[in-house]
């Protein structure tokens, strides 16, 4: 096409030579190929964290203190504390 | 003598040659005699430095290190003071003293380092000095937070010496400190990372990053955290006279606690740390060969170890667990400021950086005299909570 790239410019946008003449064109990246990973990471990130933090939250039968707390309301005070 | 220090049965029971304390004056003596050596004859006669490694052992461990083990106490001061978790408030008098001393002995011993030591002022002063380079911003935030924490003691200061009023209108800078306390540590700690950004030809690009700052701040959180678990454990044991009933079995709960934090908040480290690895696509083709093991011991096995080691100390009570990953947490934040300032600094020079016995004997007093200003503070002031 007589088309002879000349400079990357920013995310998708190259500029080129036809003809003389400076022009500037678009190209489709597939983010999908290039970030893949990091997405998938990201969305493994979200789901370990939940599963982590709920691991984290030890259970009351666990906790011998938490037995001690009795009313419903001293155990509501115990887990804002933690 | 004062009646506050005859009443502490510590000073009465304890005898004077210990093993800490003999092994203790000695390398104070041998420091001292290293360190007049230093100032008169240079930096060059006991230390390994060069034009290609300006900064040694002094700065990547006394300065670097030491200030994100210092982390502890804003992250304490924060929980207690303005999310008013009052859990912690036993410790943070003895949290609070920590970080002073270390602020004031580790980024003290940048005066060690320093080729003309009284220029140290010029940051202060404004005198030659470029006001947008990131050196000026931690210069200020150490000094601002120098005193912020003193401000933050000082009520206990005001209490042993039984100047009531005074120790009210300090205690009522608290909040204030802490708030700017914890505002400037934020900038501080990711200012450290924020100085080696300007290293990126020299720093192996496993732990080179534009991140830095961010590492460093979330790094300090969880290396504060676990510095509190180790030396509460060790204080919990020697000044075991000094601390109250009460305080004594609120401590397996304050250690849970501060394990959760510091779980959380290194697994939010550990994905930061993949997150940039694979961003980079040229990054994750290193991890193969000798640096990309070095890397990996550092994150899996001083971060994601650790991690769960602690979730599963939290999880089931396990205390020597949650203990010995403190150990390792402290280890491998040393190792990773070590990598960077360090070990992994100017990776590619065929001659290498290693530090001299001077500077590790200097350096091991200088943490051995802080133990002293410790121990000398906390058998005197009402530091540990009587309750």
């Known amino acids: 096409m007589g088309l002879q790239m000349v400079r990357y410019s920013h995310a998708g946008v190259f500029q080129g030579l036809r003809k003389g003449r400076v022009v500037e064109y678009y190209s489709y990246v597939n983010i999908f190929e290039q970030k893949g990973a990091a997405y998938i990471l990201l969305l493994s990130f979200l789901v370990l964290a939940i599963l982590f933090i709920r691991y984290l939250t030890v259970p009351e039968k666990k906790n011998p203190n938490a037995e001690k707390g009795g009313s419903p309301s001293a155990k509501k005070k115990s887990f804002i504390a933690d | ?387």
């Open chain 2, 1 to 387: 003598m004062p009646k506050a220090i005859a009443s502490i049965p510590w000073k009465r029971d304890r005898k004077w040659l210990t093993p800490f304390n003999v092994i203790s004056i000695v390398t104070l003596i041998a420091g001292l005699m290293i360190l007049y050596v230093r100032f008169t004859q240079g930096l060059g006669s006991v230390t390994n430095l060069s034009q290609q490694f300006p900064w040694g052992f002094w700065i990547g461990f006394d300065v670097i290190t030491g200030v994100a083990l210092a982390g502890g106490a804003y992250v304490i001061c924060f929980v207690v003071v303005i999310m008013r978790l009052e859990k912690y408030h036993s410790i943070l008098r003895v949290t609070v003293l920590n970080g002073f001393l270390a602020y004031v002995f580790y980024s003290g011993a940048l005066l060690l380092d320093l080729g003309r030591p009284w220029h140290i002022m010029n940051p202060l002063i404004g005198n030659s000095f470029g006001y947008n380079s990131v050196m000026f911003l931690v210069a200020w935030h150490f000094f601002v937070y120098t005193c912020a924490l003193f401000i933050e003691f000082s009520p206990a200061i005001a209490e042993w010496a039984h100047f009531e009023k005074l120790r009210k209108f300090l205690a009522g800078l608290t909040l204030a400190t802490v708030i700017l306390g914890f505002t400037i540590s934020m900038l501080h700690q990711s200012g450290l990372g924020a100085l080696f950004l300007m290293a990126k030809p020299k720093i192996h690009p496993l732990w080179y990053s534009e991140y830095l700052p961010l590492l460093f701040f979330v790094s300090s959180i969880y290396a504060g955290l676990s510095m509190i678990i180790f030396e509460g454990t060790i204080s919990h044991r020697i000044f075991n006279n000094l601390i109250g009933e009460k305080t004594h079995h609120a401590h397996d709960e304050i250690v849970l606690g501060l394990a959760k934090g510091a779980a959380v908040t290194m697994f939010v480290y550990y994905f930061f740390q993949a997150f940039i690895l694979l961003h980079d696509g040229e990054r994750w083709k290193l991890i193969n060969g000798f640096w990309g093991f070095w890397y990996l011991l550092e994150i899996v096995g001083f971060v994601l170890i650790p991690c769960f080691m602690y979730a599963y100390g939290v999880r089931n009570r396990k205390f020597a667990v949650i203990k010995v990953a403190a150990i390792l947490t402290v280890l491998g934040i040393i190792l990773n400021r070590l990598n960077i300032t360090l070990i992994a600094f100017n990776w590619y020079a065929a001659d290498r950086y290693y530090p001299s016995w001077q500077e590790i004997v200097v350096t091991l007093m200088v943490v051995f005299i802080e133990v002293w200003v410790f121990r000398w503070f906390v058998t005197r002031m009402p530091v540990f909570s009587k309750d």
